[in-house]
């Protein structure tokens, strides 16, 4: 195992870690944004949904929720990025083959999404990126553990 990895794990053995992430991301309009992920395949949680704001379920322990830039203002004294001219943050997700990563960002690309950097095939990784509406990046990539290389000694 590597000495960062080992180091996480040791960590997590110590003390219970958080069990879930909730990434919050402002978005300029909301319907369109719910429009747009949801034809990526994303569902959303109505308990966390109104006219401000609503809860995408990535995975049983990943979600975003997408926030109205006014509402997302009340959560921070800081200027809200134009992910569209600056990167905010990178969110990236595993998938489960290469043929998922293409056809995920081939799917927001024809919901309005803009390809945001080629394709990177590691032979053990495979990478592919897509911007959403408000140009937040998102990152798809499937890896395969039996056919990482070695660590450099």
């Known amino acids: 195992m590597l000495p960062h990895l080992c180091f996480i794990s040791k960590q997590l053995k110590k003390k219970k870690m958080a069990t879930k992430v909730f990434i919050n991301l402002p978005v300029k309009n909301l ?5 747009f992920f949801t034809a990526l395949g994303y569902s959303f949680n109505p308990q966390f949904t109104d006219e401000k704001a609503t809860c995408m379920i990535i995975s049983e322990n990943i979600f ?13 004294r800081k200027e809200v990025a134009d992910a ?12 489960s083959s290469r043929e998922e990563v293409q ?3 081939a799917k927001a690309k024809d919901a309005g999404g ?5 394709p990177q095939d590691y032979g053990w990784m ?3 990126s897509f911007a959403d509406l408000d140009g937040h990046q998102w990152e798809l990539v499937y890896m395969d553990a039996a056919q990482m290389p070695a660590p450099q000694q």
Do not use: G
């Open 31 to 35: 319907d369109k944004s719910v429009a």
């Open 64 to 76: 975003a929720m997408l926030l109205t830039e006014a509402y997302f203002k009340t959560f921070t």
């Open 84 to 95: 569209k001219v600056s990167t905010e943050v990178l969110i990236a997700l595993d998938a």
């Open 103 to 105: 056809q995920m960002v």
């Open 114 to 118: 803009t390809i945001y950097a080629e």
């Open 126 to 128: 495979y990478q592919h």
